[in-house]
């Protein structure tokens, strides 16, 4: 990144060196991880610029969205409605963070026994080295795992402008009620913030703008069912990151791009990795920029992933909202629908999300599940047990692996997984 | 206990090997803790009676009930409205764990990092050596804590009839009628597997007694205050712990019986400890018998306890239900207004429990909080952060300790207890 934006990352309150030392470790991991694949697709390239201008260019275009009196919004899961974000022209980011960064600060806050994603994001945060939450003029919070529910009630003392947006725990009526209540008050909160009215125009086109981008992930998401396959999964996570940080049309745009081009690499069996390959489908946790540990581990251990199981993946982006209704009401309601839908693990029961793990394991012709919990989260560990047992009773060959942020496991996990890849090979 | 429970065990389908050898240690462990506490008041006498007989005549009470065609309904919560359950002159009783058991077995089902309360609960299951458990009809879950939420989502395939009861998270309008709609749906469960319908009468009859063995604990309570304390902090949390398992009318005359004798004690000043022992209050997560480790350290370093802001304690049987009303809706929402008061941590925020903390330690006159959390306990474990903080800004001295049933960690516990009371002497 050009040293251009060391004011503005100065006026954001940023600690400047701290911050250096930051880019400094991720550019060197985003080298060794993502520059060393071979063949990936030429339209990688405009991503690899992305994140390369990840704290700067899109910071400045943050900003002067920000001067030209639109707001920028911050948020945690992907239960927060884009839709509605979008509908008063403001952007939402993502503010989960996958790095370890000032756990000593962090752990004078939080309990040791936290999860990685909860901690790292008060570590960018309390570490001053995240542009996006410095320029966020509110951050929206929700009620999903206990952890982020109680972090939440602590880092409000830490950030201007936490909202917090309850969440149900059952899909029963009386649960999809209290969703529907939540995005008709975050609409509110969202009109009030910016001043602008959701009328149903509004809403109906920030319904598009995020559909598209949806759209966009379906198609490379199909495409990774090709044999050999055209990009590796370390690829499509970045691109699946990204997702939650870019301008969405051009984000669409430079997806369908590549899409564009991985077609012409299918016709003429082009693949990142030769026929035969293992395929393997990660099921799990978030995996937040600049979480690539197990991915990279996979791929450089003679395996290819060949979907996302998670939230960064499938359950944040697949089903459309509806969006040929015509008053605010019924595109509300469609909204709700969609997003009712999505099959975290904070649900109980949660079925659904098993039916779509095997489902994928069919769709991508993977020949084995990974599923990859971070260390205390409950929700996915404790959900992961039943996961393991239920895919084993269908033959599908499942490891489980709970992990941090942390490189000390490394060898620890390259050797399951090596042993896991040559047991499906 | 008497041999003659032996086929009574047999036939709950306990493992009377595991089951003897687990009475054993219980044993060994209450005599060692409880019986060598010195001047007890006489009226301890009935509960260590109740405890002597907790797996055998106490379950014969519940076998004999069951006989009659009346129901038992075990619980794991708080919760759980015991006035509807009393309605249909069923029993309930809870089902909570303080000592681990067949830890390897249930490290198969949940994971190693989950919290010893609920790792208990399925370690007496699975080690077959809970008559209470194999004595319900109904077994009563709730979403409180992503740990048992989840959990009971394997529970179900290992015990027969688990009814799950949705929970809300926020003190909002929509989090009251999530929980009116739960009980009512309750109310109805239970009417249909008893057979009885709950109509005012049955409810407000429901609703006098257990108002009354909560007036019997507010009275036990407020002896408390007096100085030097004329019960012990391990009598009252066993008592506290009693409240859960026995007949709810003979429970509350046997309290009000000891209260008789406690305030001629105070008349006497006839303390168990000797004036001007440290006073703690306990504040934190529930402690399920026979979990005694913590109160037990304390009170043998120097300090007595005088209140518990616990579960199992005020947390629990503060308030009482107004049973003025005089239709069946007026009384459900008397309930449903006094268990919507409670100030668990899973509600965020929950503001409320740090006010009554800071009330409980000044109404017992206490000289510190010792706040108890159960390790991998998130909701509580993470209050605990913002809870310290405010005690100590208002130079209320606090120890943290977070902690689990196992007793490697006795000789730390002490340590730190044994400073803590050296420091508010």
Chains 1, 2 share one sequence.
Not at 119 to 129: C, E, M, Q
Not at 253 to 279: A, L, M, Q, W
Request: glycine residues 6%; charged residues 30%.
């Amino acid at each position: 990144m050009s040293n251009d934006y060391r004011k503005m990352w100065e006026d954001l309150g940023l600690d400047l060196p701290a911050h250096d030392s930051l880019l400094e470790t991720l550019g060197k991991g985003y080298k060794e991880i993502y520059m060393n694949q071979k063949g990936r697709p030429e339209g990688m390239e405009y991503f690899d610029f992305v994140i390369r201008e990840v704290h700067g260019l899109r910071i400045r275009e943050l900003l002067d969205e920000k001067s030209a009196g639109k707001k920028v919004i911050g948020a945690f899961c992907v239960f927060v409605p884009e839709e509605i974000v979008r509908a008063t022209d403001a952007t939402l980011v993502g503010l989960c963070t996958g790095a370890e960064f000032a756990t000593e600060e962090v752990e004078k806050l939080l309990p040791r026994n936290t999860c990685a994603l909860i901690k790292s994001a008060f570590g960018f945060k309390l570490g001053k080295v995240c542009p996006f939450i410095e320029s966020a003029d509110m951050i929206v919070g929700e009620n999903t795992c206990d952890g982020k529910k109680k972090a939440y009630e602590i880092l409000k003392d830490i950030v201007s402008d936490l909202y917090v947006m309850d969440m149900p725990q059952m899909k029963s009526n009386k649960g999809r009620e209290l969703l529907s209540n939540e995005y008709w008050r975050f609409k509110e909160v969202m009109e009030n913030l910016t001043g602008v009215n959701i009328d149903a125009k509004r809403l109906k086109k920030g319904i598009q703008i995020v559909n598209n981008k949806r759209r966009a992930m379906h198609r490379l998401y199909a495409l990774r069912k090709a044999e050999p396959v055209p990009i590796s999964g370390l690829d499509a996570l970045l691109i699946n990151q990204i997702c939650f940080y870019d301008d969405p049309v051009r984000f669409s745009n430079s997806v369908n791009r590549i899409c564009d081009e991985i077609e012409k690499r299918i016709e003429k069996k082009d693949g990142v990795f030769h026929e035969g390959t293992p395929r393997i489908l990660i099921s799990g946790c978030p995996m937040a920029i600049p979480n690539w540990k197990l991915p990279w581990i996979i791929e450089t251990s003679g395996a290819v992933i060949v979907g996302e199981e998670s939230c960064v993946g499938e359950r944040g982006t697949r089903n459309l909202v509806d969006d040929t209704g015509v008053t605010v009401e019924e595109l509300m309601d469609a909204i709700v629908e969609r997003y009712f839908q999505i099959d975290c693990a904070i649900f109980t029961p949660n079925t659904e999300r098993l039916n779509h793990i095997i489902d994928m394991y069919e769709t991508y012709d993977a020949d084995g599940v990974i599923h990859y919990s971070l260390q205390f989260c409950q929700p996915y560990l404790i959900e992961s047990m039943t996961i393991e047992k239920a895919l084993e009773e269908k033959n599908i060959p499942t490891l489980r692996i709970e992990t941090d942020y942390s490189m000390e496991d490394i060898g620890q996990l390259r050797t399951r997984i090596e042993a896991f890849i040559e047991q499906i090979k």
